[in-house]
């Protein structure tokens, strides 16, 4: 009850005040002798009191609307803020920073998707990209991400949870295909880490770009191996067995990122490089590294991206336990990749 006195009030004040310019403007029409003169002093005063009132009306239809923008801003922000929850800067000996940049600069929402979870399987992190971006790709992103988040816990293979995402965005594409045209072309790029205590890597990737592997002045890709296709358009392989990518040591950074961050261009269309970026930050702490690599993308696009962008940024600070270092550590595979598929 509260509430709704509270918007009475102010929405009859923003119906009452353009009727009221309304009323002054007709009253001295009517009933001003001025304003039934010919002559050009009498001109020009009606035309300096209607260019009064609609002056007025202007600014004040101008206000309304930033207002409704303003929440409009607000309530997309809050539904953001929901669906990408903020990380803790720690999990499980694991450093972490991420950011969401989305090109929708009215609403502020994308399609890009990111968590990690500690879980007795290991640290657990997903990737996506959804198809396009806005309110509708952010509810595509949220089905997604609500799968992943109960298939972690549940599952002892990444590619048992894999396969809950498939099912997760298929019946997100059902249901929506009930009131919307096209929805059956909508995919979404997944990578899924999974990072055991010993600090073993592995992965499952549908389509995305391989995160990149900080190891002292080193930056190379995780891996070269071929990803599978996005979900949606193909059905997942009857065995999804998750593929070992070495070892993630002590010191060692992982960088996962969405194409739109190496599909960036400047005013020359010249793309941006990531990886040379990442080169210039590598000794920053995750925060301070998440924190660089943006600075350079926004200066790169002269702060107006065309595709949403999100960065994650994993660093492992355990301590090296005695035998591990034998094990070895994450190193680009030997195979050619195909081009993943862009958004």
């Known amino acids: 009850m509260i509430r709704i006195r509270g918007r009475v009030p102010r929405r009859v004040l923003a119906l009452g005040l353009p009727t009221a310019w ?7 029409k009517m009933t ?16 300096a009191v ?8 202007i600014l004040h239809v101008r206000k309304a609307l930033v207002r409704e923008l303003r929440q409009i801003r607000q309530v997309a922000g809050a539904a953001q803020s929901a669906l990408l929850r903020p990380l803790p800067p720690r999990i499980d000996g694991l450093d972490i920073a991420a950011a969401q940049l989305s090109a929708d600069r009215g609403a502020s929402v994308g399609g890009d998707l990111y968590e990690v979870v500690a879980t007795e399987h290991g640290v657990r992190a997903v990737m996506g990209d959804v198809r396009g971006h806005g309110l509708a790709a952010m509810g595509t992103a949220a089905a997604v991400l609500g799968s992943f988040r109960e298939a972690v816990h549940d599952e002892a293979e990444l590619g048992c949870v894999l396969r809950r995402l498939e099912r997760a965005h298929a019946r997100h594409l059902r249901e929506r295909a009930r009131t919307e045209p096209c929805v059956a ?27 990149y592997l900080l190891s002292g002045p080193r930056v190379d890709p995780l891996t070269r191996a071929d990803p599978l296709p996005p979900l949606g358009p193909f059905p997942l392989p009857p065995h999804l067995p998750a593929l070992p990518c070495g070892h993630l040591l002590p010191g060692e950074t992982l960088v996962l990122h969405t194409d739109g961050a190496e599909d960036a261009r400047d005013a020359n269309g010249r793309f941006f490089s990531l990886r040379a970026a990442l080169k210039k930050a590598a000794d920053q702490v995750p925060q301070a590294l998440l924190g660089s690599v943006f600075t350079a993308l926004l200066r790169h696009t002269t702060g107006t991206p065309k595709d949403d962008i999100a960065l994650l940024v994993l660093r492992n600070d355990r301590r090296l336990k005695r035998g591990s270092g034998a094990r070895g550590t994450a190193r680009p595979a030997t195979t050619h990749p195909q081009p993943t598929t862009h958004l």
């Open 185 to 211: 072309e909508e995919f979404v790029t997944v990578l899924l880490l999974e990072i055991r205590e010993d600090g073993a890597l592995y992965a499952l990737n549908c389509g995305h770009p391989w995160p």
């Open 50 to 57: 209607f260019f009064a009132v609609g002056t007025g009306l």
């Open 32 to 47: 001003c002798p001025l304003a039934q003169q010919t002559g050009f002093e009498a001109r020009l005063a009606t035309s």
């Open 22 to 28: 309304g009323a002054v403007a007709i009253t001295y």
